[in-house]
């Protein structure tokens, strides 16, 4: 948010200069960026007053003005918009710059001398959506210097406020901050008296479950078409807000201001009740944006229509009719959790930024009279009277008591403050307590919502104490240990064996986009974040492959040809016997896409296959001894390939999967080339320390090659696990040498040549034993596999 130091000492009386206010705002939670002047400080540049104006003699599209600049009256051209006599304006004279070093010379334009241009918004590097000539109020003194003229000399500050501390969103809130930091008075609100000109009682129909208080009056025979003074105006460009309307100006000037928010309704006739329910809707706005809205989210509505969302104010989806003589203003305060939910449910299910929202409760009668009195003192009108109803459970929320222990002080600030001061600290912030006799009963005051729990409170005295004064100390430990976690010394080792394959190894965050995991797994639970930061982080993976496929697209588009990525990391569940408890699993994946090889002259470069990725899964487990535990069996898997996809087992215990990206997902992603991807859930292995020590034959080895038909369905890794039983007490290895299909081979069959490497630890094979061997195994493989031996 941005905040105007005048607006700020408006509020509070201190001297402090406005960069050791930001320094101190700073420190205690609240992050200022920047700080800035209103106007550059461009010299030459005059105030000025139109005294008279004609049409240019040869070009009627211009006028030939006179304006004083106080010493000397000069002729200025300028275009026929937006002139009128008498009004003040901004006045570059000859041999002045402005925006972009830019020098205003005399020009001649057909026998006619300008002698200075009159300075829009943009000229003199002020924001303005709106390329118009700046008029100035009334009271604008001519002849000074813009630079020394009070109305525009301030400083912009920009805030970066935390989601949860919605009560710093306006000026008042900004001040109350600094004066609990200097001691000084809490910033208060005028108590603004409005006469009632006649009696409308309002019907707010809402359910008596929900905390709630809310207020509202109607203003008759108000002029909405009344044009928005030049001081609004100015405060809201200092923000960067483009004026729309009377009622939409007034509006965003109070929640600048005071932070708070409010509604307002136009209307012609009577106004009929308002209803705050839960509607499943969808609706389409004027710029033919669609809006869904489900059973979660707070809406207002009357008999006709949907006024607005509770907890957004955005006159974009529910303009105001200008042309209407009557105004509904209301406030309404409803218990945050539901409100926050509410806000969240919209944000997800549809694409449009929201307005921030904040009430304080103690304070909406006087916001609501304040606006009140803005209306009637621009726009004119007639007031009924104010309309209040709370909830019973209000009453409560608003005194809920929160218990503060000594105990817990000491333990998480790390040394001893005193009763004293922690207590000069509560009340300074503002909070009501009751000192019993290890503990504080603490109510917090009406504008922080956000103060549910002990840690809350704990860390606002913190933030007060300020950060940078708590004593660092060192961590005490008693005892010297060397970690020997065997599943995380395991992970680290095929991480080094992945970097040797050519993988680099990414970090992603654990929120993601709903909608990308969605894709990939239709059918399956998430977290959602109550407060995300956006909508693409507003979910807990399930996965790491939609962090692994976000970063695949990043380097397609910087046309990398050889994409080799892996990560570690935890993934979440929701539980489902119990609904706020969540488990946390270590999972392990990979990508890889594209070219197999870098460019080589000799060597031509090949396409990633699903063989490649099976190499290196193995390669993982291979490198720390476990290959032999390994199996794959087909599977149909969410997000890959129905025909090219596979679970992974670890001694006949399911540890993953892996396979060809599913064609849908490439097309859904644009992705150019082939994916394969697999991920193990690396909590699910049961490691064991392996000692192995394998004494090494002195004879030598003996090979023989066999081709063999099978039925197609048959894994020929089964059929290798088998021949491997038939040969224990000797040394055997066996591999795939090449599978065919088609002709001459009969259709459903395949042929498999297997190469067999036999080797002895006490002797040399001979011939006629490795002939027995052979045809021995081959016996058993047509038993079992109904395998023929192919001549």
């Known amino acids: 948010m941005k905040l105007s130091e005048h607006s700020l000492r408006n509020w509070i009386d ?48 211009l006028l030939v003005l006179k304006v004083n600049i106080g010493k000397k009256i000069i002729n200025i051209i300028n275009n026929k918009n937006y002139i009128q006599k008498n009004i003040k304006v901004l006045v570059a004279c000859i041999g002045s710059e402005i925006i972009y070093n830019k020098k205003i010379i005399s020009l001649n334009i057909k026998g006619i001398i300008s002698e200075g241009k009159l300075c829009t918004f943009h000229d003199i590097g002020i ?46 809130g900004i001040a109350r901050e600094v004066a609990i930091l200097n001691n000084l008075e809490f910033p208060k609100l005028k108590n603004i008296k409005i006469p009632i000109n ?16 809310c207020f509202g009056r109607i203003i008759k025979n108000i ?47 009577d106004f009929d009740n308002i209803n705050v329910c839960f509607l ?54 409803i218990d945050p959790n539901i409100l926050n939910n509410s806000i969240y449910q919209f944000k997800i299910n549809n694409k449009i930024k929201l307005n921030d929202y904040f009430v304080d409760p103690e304070n909406q009668l006087k916001v609501i009279e304040y606006a009140t ?37 000491i333990k998480i600030i790390g040394f001893n403050i005193c009763y004293y001061f922690i207590e000069n600290i509560l009340k300074k912030i503002g909070y009501t307590f009751f000192r019993k006799k290890d503990f504080w009963i603490i109510i917090p005051p009406s504008w922080r919502s956000d103060l549910l729990f002990e840690e809350d409170i704990l860390s606002d005295i913190m933030r007060i104490y300020q950060y940078d004064k708590i004593i660092s100390t060192p961590l005490i430990t008693y005892n010297n240990f060397v970690k020997d976690d065997i599943l995380e010394n395991y992970l680290k080792r095929v991480k080094y064996t992945l970097v040797d ?66 990560e570690s990391g935890l993934c979440f569940f929701p539980i489902k016997q119990k609904k706020k408890f969540v488990k946390q699993n270590l999972y392990f994946s990979g990508i890889i896409g594209n070219l197999n090889y870098k460019y080589h002259w000799d060597v031509s470069a090949k396409k990633f296959d699903f063989y490649d990725l099976k190499g290196h899964v193995e390669s993982i487990f291979d490198s720390i001894g476990y290959l032999k535990s390994i199996k794959f069996k087909k599977s149909i898997i969410s997000g890959l390939h129905i025909s090219n996809s596979v679970e992974i087992f670890f001694n006949n215990i399911f540890i993953g999967y892996m396979g060809e990206l599913d064609p849908f997902l490439l097309n859904y992603f644009n992705i150019n080339y082939s994916t394969f991807l697999f991920e193990i859930f690396w909590y699910k292995i049961h490691f064991k ?42 040394i055997v290895k066996i591999y795939i040498i090449d599978i065919y299909t088609g002709n001459p081979i009969v259709k459903g069959k395949k042929s498999v040549t297997l190469t067999f490497i036999f080797q002895s630890m006490y002797k040399t094979f001979k011939d006629i034993e490795i002939d027995y061997m052979i045809n021995d195994c081959v016996k058993k493989i047509y038993y079992k596999f109904h395998a023929i031996l192919r001549m």
């Open 280 to 333: 499943k809707s969808h609706i389409i706005l004027k710029n033919n944006k669609d809006i869904y809205l489900n059973d979660k989210i707070l809406i207002l509505k009357n008999k006709n229509k949907i006024l607005s969302l509770l907890g957004n104010i955005d006159y974009n989806l529910f303009p105001i009719n200008i042309n209407e003589n009557n105004l509904f203003l209301g406030s309404f305060f």
């Open 501 to 566: 394959l050519g993988y680099y190894e990414v970090i992603n965050y654990s929120f993601i986009d709903p909608d990308i995991q969605k894709v990939i797994y239709p059918n399956k639970k998430f977290l959602f974040l109550q407060n995300p930061i956006s909508k693409d982080m507003s979910c807990m993976r399930i996965s790491l492959w939609p962090g692994l496929i976000k970063n695949l697209l990043y380097h397609q588009n910087r046309q990398y040809e050889e994409v080799c990525l892996f």
């Open 14 to 61: 201190t001297k402090l200069s406005i960069e050791v206010i930001c320094e101190q705002i700073t420190n205690s939670g609240l992050e200022v960026e920047e700080i800035k002047l209103n106007i550059n400080n461009f010299k030459n540049i005059f105030i000025g007053e139109v005294i008279s104006f004609k049409i240019h003699p040869y070009n009627d599209n």
């Open 373 to 409: 009195y803005l209306f009637l003192k621009i726009c004119g009108g007639y007031t009924s009277n104010i309309t209040n109803i709370q909830s019973e459970k209000y009453f409560k929320y608003i005194n809920r008591e929160i218990k503060l222990y000594y105990k817990n002080i």
């Open 689 to 730: 320390r392996l000692n192995l020590i394998n004494k090494v034959s002195e004879f030598p080895y003996s090979k023989r090659d066999i081709s063999i038909i099978i039925d197609e369905k048959i894994l020929v890794e089964d059929i290798i696990l088998f021949c491997k039983k038939q040969f224990i007490s000797e």
């Open 127 to 172: 924001f303005n959506k709106i390329n118009k000539i700046i008029k100035l109020p009334f009271f604008a003194p001519i002849g000074i210097e813009l630079k020394d003229f009070n109305f525009y000399k301030d400083k912009i500050i920009k805030i970066n406020t935390t989601f949860n501390r919605t009560d710093t969103f306006g000026a008042f």
């Open 198 to 213: 006649f009696k409308k009682d309002i019907k707010i129909l809402i359910n008596k479950n929900i905390n709630y208080n």
């Open 223 to 269: 002029n909405l078409k009344t044009k928005t003074p030049i001081w609004i105006k100015e405060k809201l460009r200092k923000y960067h807000i483009n004026n729309v309307n009377i009622v939409v100006d007034i509006i965003n000037y109070i929640f600048i201001e005071l932070g708070q928010s409010l509604y307002t309704f136009s209307f012609l006739n």
